[in-house]
């Protein structure tokens, strides 16, 4: 069965960090590009950073530009988000999302975690 | 950046109508365009990817179409356990941007 376990989130001081991870199984990690995806309480879905399956390809959204990076460990199954610089407005759940086909940079998402909750406030 | 524009941002009808929500890109995009449902509560999931493949296990009252920069997603014969937000979402590149979400009520 293919299932993604996000864990890491928590409460956290505006400019703190937090390091989301994301536990892959079920399937060939290597080869599917991943993404995190947020909702903030009572919003919509906003897409936040993807990666390649191996992880040369990196994209973050402009929200999150220069404070966010995407990362993976392909051995390890494990996709990562670090977070820098919170802010309050980052306060939400954070999916990561399983690419919809082998090999594509950039794609749909077939399967997402439960998500884990970051609460940005003092 | 593509965006995309989702209408109505909220509709209610009655069980057996037919649903129609429609999402236009801001640019042509193909037909990268994805629909998710969300549940109150629970994580997106996958209807419908390369903007009319019904995606697997999804029921077939669901169905996309469209292409280019106008697309629309379906409801046949809406049911009690299609209460939920749709969204969708472009994936030709990055930023893979998603609509501002279609909230489905029961009348």
């Known amino acids: 069965e293919v299932q993604l376990l996000e864990s890491g989130g928590g409460l956290v001081q505006p400019g703190g960090s937090l390091r989301l991870s994301c536990a892959a199984s079920?399937?060939?990690?290597?080869?599917?590009?991943m993404s995190w995806v947020r909702q903030a309480p009572g919003k919509g879905l906003e897409w936040v950073s993807a990666?390649?399956?191996?992880?040369?390809?990196?994209f973050h959204a402009d929200s999150v530009k220069g404070r966010f990076t995407i990362s993976r460990d392909n051995p390890k199954n494990t996709l990562y988000l670090q977070m820098n610089s919170l802010r309050a407005e980052d306060t939400a759940v954070y999916y990561c999302?399983?690419?919809?086909?082998?090999?594509?940079?950039?794609?749909?998402?077939?399967?997402w975690g439960q998500g884990t909750l970051v609460t940005v406030s003092s | 950046d593509i965006q995309m524009t989702q209408s109505p941002s909220s509709l209610s009808a009655s069980v057996g109508d037919r649903v129609t929500i429609t999402c236009r890109a801001s640019?042509?995009?193909?037909?990268?365009l994805a629909w998710y449902q969300q549940k109150p509560g629970k994580v997106p999931n996958l209807l419908i990817y390369?903007?009319?493949t019904l995606q697997s296990g999804v029921p077939s009252r669901f169905s996309g179409s469209g292409s280019g920069i106008d697309f629309t997603l379906t409801i046949s014969s809406l049911q009690p356990e299609d209460v939920a937000t749709y969204y969708c979402?472009?994936?030709?590149?990055?930023?893979?941007?998603f609509g501002g979400g279609t909230k489905v009520q029961i009348k």
């Open positions: 999302a399983k690419g919809l086909q082998q090999w594509l940079v950039v794609d749909g998402f077939d399967i």
């Open positions: 079920g399937f060939t990690f290597r080869t599917y590009a």
């Open positions: 990666i390649s399956g191996s992880g040369g390809s990196t």
């Open positions: 640019q042509g995009i193909g037909n990268y």
């Open positions: 390369a903007a009319s």
């Open positions: 979402q472009v994936y030709n590149s990055a930023p893979q941007t």
